[in-house]
């Protein structure tokens, strides 16, 4: 069993936050507005970011060396996602939860 540190399990658990805070939004709060938080371009980001966090986490937690390489995808996906968030507005909780794993991520790279 590999050894996580207390900097890679923060990122873990903040790419894990992330995960499910894109993902509980983008099927619940952006599918109920509607108009610009299901343009295509925004909702495929927010889909592509919970599912870089979550490939990010996984990687992590197995051990692979090359988490740093999805970490450092993560970081520049999370924060793209925050800006478009902050962009269509209404999404707080998502653009704070996208910022911080971004800059976990940043830490991992």
Do not use: W
């Not at 540190?5 to 790419?15: F, K, L, T």
């Not at 925004?42 to 970490?71: D, K, N, Q, V, W």
């Not at 999370?78 to 830490?107: F, L």
């Amino acid at each position: 069993m590999h050894h996580i540190d207390a900097r890679m399990q923060r990122c873990i658990n903040d790419c894990l936050a992330c995960y499910s805070t894109c993902l509980s939004m983008a099927m619940g709060h952006c599918l109920e507005m509607g108009g610009a938080h299901t343009e295509k371009k925004h909702f495929t980001l927010m889909m592509a970011c919970a599912e870089i966090c979550r490939m990010s986490a996984h990687f992590m937690l197995i051990g692979s060396p090359h988490h740093a390489h999805l970490c450092a995808e993560c970081a520049e996906i999370c924060s793209e996602c925050a800006q478009d968030c902050e962009r269509i507005g209404a999404m707080d909780e998502c653009v704070a939860a996208c910022r911080k794993c971004a800059e976990s991520c940043r830490a991992m790279t």
